[in-house]
């Protein structure tokens, strides 16, 4: 399986910019897809995570409001829109795959399997 992240770049504060995670050569089910990001010397953290089947959304704090998480099933690509930017959302983002089985919290790094290899989102103040 691959996850090809892609859309980052550099923006000003207040910006908007859309991430997109397509998702290839799989051959196993689906629960979630998750968007995480990381500074570094920082841990990886949660931001935003999507139910396949039934297309339900769940984000951190942080960015609730602000970005939103879909799919394309068609596509089998998943997006992360983020507006109204912050400096604080600096970070290189990562989507992941989740399966069936796990048991524990979702917003945990280790509940998923295979990652994409980031795409370096920078928020000029």
């Known amino acids: 399986v691959q996850l090809q992240a892609s859309g980052g770049g550099l923006v000003q504060a207040g910006a908007s910019l859309r991430l997109s995670c397509a998702v290839s050569?799989?051959?196993?089910?689906?629960?979630?897809i998750g968007w995480f990001r990381e500074v570094p010397g920082k841990e990886r953290d949660f931001v935003a995570r999507i139910t396949w089947a039934t297309g339900s959304t769940y984000y951190a704090d942080s960015v609730k409001g602000r970005f939103t998480i879909s799919r394309d099933n068609a596509k089998i690509t998943v997006y992360l829109q983020m507006n109204s930017v912050k400096p604080e959302d600096t970070a290189v983002y990562y989507c992941?795959?989740?399966?069936?089985?796990?048991?524990?919290?979702?917003?945990?790094?280790?509940?998923?399997?295979?990652w994409g290899q980031g795409t370096l989102v920078t928020v000029s103040s």
């Open positions: 992941a795959i989740n399966r069936p089985g796990w048991r524990g919290p979702l917003d945990s790094s280790t509940a998923y399997d295979f």
């Open positions: 050569g799989r051959s196993f089910s689906v629960n979630n």
